[in-house]
Antibody, heavy 131, light 110 residues
Framework: QLHLQESGPGLVKSLETLSLTCSVSGGSIRSSGFYWGWIRQSPGKGLEWIGS???????LYNPSLKSQVTISVDTAKSQFSLKLRSVTAADTATYYCARHGRHAVYCSPTGCYYNNRFDPWGQGTLVIVSS | QSVLTQPPSVSAAPGQKVTISCSGG????????LSWYQQPPGSAPKLIIY???ERPSGILDRFSASKSGTSATLVITGLQTGDEADYYC???????????FGEGTRLTVL
């Protein structure tokens, strides 16, 4: 059974870079048709997708965070990582990693429409940004 | 303010049925598949519905969902106290070019 586990510092100083790693076990990070994603949840708030990357290098980022974010995948270690630059107090959140299943349901001349699902999720790790 | 709108809370008695709505638009729900997630207090979210109405392995048939146009509904029957959680809908949005989630609905089993 696939298992994901986040790790990284629980405290980051303002304007520095938040770095987290997600370790994947019980399955292959090279599985086709899957991305590996990060989602965060500010205290008492809802879910916000940060971005996802597959093992071949294809990336998807939330446009609102794209300039701050880098997601990388290390197939040798079966890990993927998140770097979020220049953090502020607004980036204080529980950060979850998850396998991101994504495929096109159908495509028209104007674009493609997708089935997206996040399953399974890691347990999450709280990161506090301090001034 | 999320592009997917959910009621903040719903409640029902044990054994009863509850419905949770998720309303969006043509750029998200209407043309993309919808997923639903269950997040018990203090725990990570868990996928309970994908592709609008499919249940992952291990999810009981007490959980079902449907979609019509720009709206979707999650239905939970035979409510149990263990169903108390926040429930989120999620979809791709072709206009925003991002995954979007609803604000979440807190289910209380009275």
């Amino acid at each position: 059974q696939l298992h994901l586990q986040e790790s990284g510092p629980g405290l980051v100083k303002s304007l520095e870079t938040l770095s987290l790693t997600c370790s994947v076990s019980g399955g292959s990070i090279r599985s086709s048709g899957f991305y590996w994603g990060w989602i965060r949840q500010s205290p008492g708030k809802g879910l916000e997708w940060i971005g996802s990357r597959d093992h071949s290098g294809s990336t998807l980022y939330n446009p609102s965070l794209k300039s701050q974010v880098t997601i990388s995948v290390d197939t040798a270690k079966s890990q993927f990582s998140l770097k979020l630059r220049s953090v502020t107090a607004a980036d204080t959140a529980t950060y979850y990693c998850a396998r991101h299943g994504r495929h096109a349901v159908y495509c028209s001349p104007t674009g493609c429409y997708y089935n997206n699902r996040f399953d399974p999720w890691g347990q999450g790790t709280l990161v506090i940004v301090s001034s | 303010q999320s592009v997917l709108t959910q009621p903040p809370s719903v409640s029902a008695a044990p054994g009863q049925k509850v419905t949770i709505s998720c309303s969006g638009g043509s750029s998200n729900i209407e043309n993309n598949h919808l997923s639903w997630y269950q997040q018990p207090p203090g725990s990570a979210p868990k996928l309970i519905i994908y592709a609008n109405n499919e249940r992952p392995s291990g999810i009981l048939d007490r959980f079902s969902a449907s979609k019509s146009g720009t709206s979707a509904t999650l239905v939970i029957t035979g409510l149990q106290t263990g169903d108390e959680a926040d429930y989120y809908c999620g979809s791709w949005d072709n206009s925003l070019n991002t995954v979007v989630f609803g604000e979440g609905t807190r289910l209380t089993v009275l």
